[in-house]
């Protein structure tokens, strides 16, 4: 019985014992703590370059309308020249990736170079007064490190690797571990993958354990008290809900509309004069900008944290003007994701239902309107529900914050019936299939409008 039990335990322990198992190990890991270094790094950077572009406008108020469609141009040539795969969000990138077997085809959406780009190119953006978040490319530059890491430890599974390096970018970037977590089940695989489980974990803990120690540990709005008191003030919830969940599915529809059709349309000219019309959609976001006098440029944290406080001016006109810009911005092609701006378009429309129904805590309006249009555009309630928990550190608004993320994204889904990430991951998909599959910078995959 002895001898049995130690030769069934011989094979576990050697393999537990093994150095190219431990070796695999630690260049995974090293991963995840440089995913969330270099996150960190992007964040400051990112704000940084934002903080420059709000300088230089705030003395020369014309200055927006040469300079943003300027930085648009530039982008959109870089983009094309040294960083095919690049543009938009990255989520999409990520999770049709994941779906690719040839190496060559993964290369290009995901590699060094397209992280490197991506990072460098949504800095530039924002430095530019783009409407843009760095939270999307932050889930392609998680991802590119990840499978760069596991290809040169010879790892193999690398639909799990893309999965959690696309957590881990998610949790580095908001400084939400369990947001993280949750967006790879619910997002980026839409199901529970058991033996992938403890890599999205262990990457995640490092990623945003590392991020923790360099940008600290707590939320990024800090903690919010405001709460819902008196029954009431829970007419906000299904009012919150629907029209999160309506706007959020006409900005999705709208979204994956204009990725479809713009090449359609331009289908000749866009290759020749594609940076021309990425000028064009700059100036009109500069225009935008600086005729309603509305700050619709960056990510719109500003913003969020002032609904969050009540002191967000003329909410109903920043939401409909943040919208538009988002739009622009995406159709132009450039790098940047739309995380962010969502998150400032729904903390300004909970800040206009507050002028409907006076009376309820500013505070719990913008968490809720928030959560409501995120989960409207994504269509991932529960993301949306655990990111501005985290962000907001609320227990208090817990129950109210799932309950308008149900509405919102069931609201939504009867409009837009395809979650807008995975509708664009289908364009890049017959994209980087249509191409082949030998991945080379500069290649067809760059030389045409892609998908935001």
């Not at 903080?51 to 040469?66: D, H, I, K, N, Y």
């Not at 349309?265 to 100036?283: P, Q, S």
């Not at 990430?421 to 892609?450: C, N, W």
Request: glycine letters at 14%; hydrophobic letters at 55%; a positive charge.
């Amino acid at each position: 019985m002895a001898y049995r039990l130690r030769r069934q335990l011989r094979p576990s322990l050697s393999l537990w014992l093994s150095s190219l198992l431990w070796r695999r190990r630690l260049v995974f890991w090293l991963g995840a703590i440089l995913t969330g270094l270099v996150c960190v790094a992007f964040a400051y950077a990112a704000d940084y370059a934002f903080e420059l572009f709000r300088m230089v406008t705030a003395a020369w108020p014309f200055a927006g309308l040469v300079v943003t469609p300027l930085g648009f141009g530039l982008c959109t040539y870089l983009l094309m020249r040294f960083f095919p795969g690049g543009e938009g969000s990255g989520i999409p990138q990520a999770i049709a990736a994941r779906k690719l077997d040839s190496p060559g085809q993964r290369n290009r959406l995901l590699s060094l170079r397209i992280g490197f780009g991506k990072v460098m190119l949504t800095t530039l953006a924002l430095g530019f007064g783009a409407s843009v978040g760095r939270e999307g490319p932050s889930v392609q530059v998680g991802a590119s490190i990840m499978l760069a890491c596991s290809r040169f430890a010879g790892l193999g599974r690398m639909r799990g690797v893309i999965l959690a390096g696309s957590a881990a970018g998610v949790a580095a970037a908001f400084n939400t571990p369990l947001a993280g977590i949750i967006f790879a089940i619910e997002e980026m695989s839409r199901a529970f993958e058991k033996r992938v489980s403890t890599l999205i974990l262990s990457a995640v803990l490092l990623a945003a354990g590392a991020a923790a120690l360099v940008h600290g540990s707590g939320s990024y709005f800090g903690q919010t008290m405001a709460q819902l008191g008196h029954w009431t003030d829970w007419l906000v919830v299904p009012l919150l809900g629907v029209g999160g969940g309506v706007i959020g599915a006409c900005f999705a529809r709208a979204m994956i509309g204009q990725a479809r059709l713009i090449p359609r349309v331009l289908r000749g000219r866009i290759g020749r004069h594609r940076i021309v019309f990425a000028m064009l959609c700059g100036f009109l976001v500069a225009l935008l900008a600086w005729g309603s006098g509305l700050p619709i440029n960056g990510t719109g944290y500003a913003e969020a944290k002032a609904a969050l406080a009540g002191d967000l001016a003329e909410p109903w006109s920043f939401v409909a003007a943040k919208l538009l810009a988002n739009l622009l911005t995406q159709a132009s092609g450039i790098a940047g994701g739309i995380f962010a701006p969502t998150l400032a378009v729904g903390a300004g429309l909970g800040a206009a239902v507050g002028d409907i129904v006076p009376g309820v805590a500013p505070g719990a309006l913008a968490a809720l309107g928030m959560v409501a249009l995120f989960a409207g555009v994504m269509q991932a309630p529960i993301t949306g529900f655990v990111i501005v928990f985290e962000m907001t550190d609320n227990h208090a608004m817990v129950i109210p914050l799932m309950a308008v993320a149900i509405i919102a994204a069931g609201t939504s889904r009867m409009i837009c019936h395809q979650p807008i990430y995975h509708a664009l991951s289908e364009m890049f998909l017959a994209r980087v299939r249509a191409a082949g599959g030998s991945g080379a910078p500069g290649s067809e995959l760059g030389g045409r409008l892609s998908p935001p």
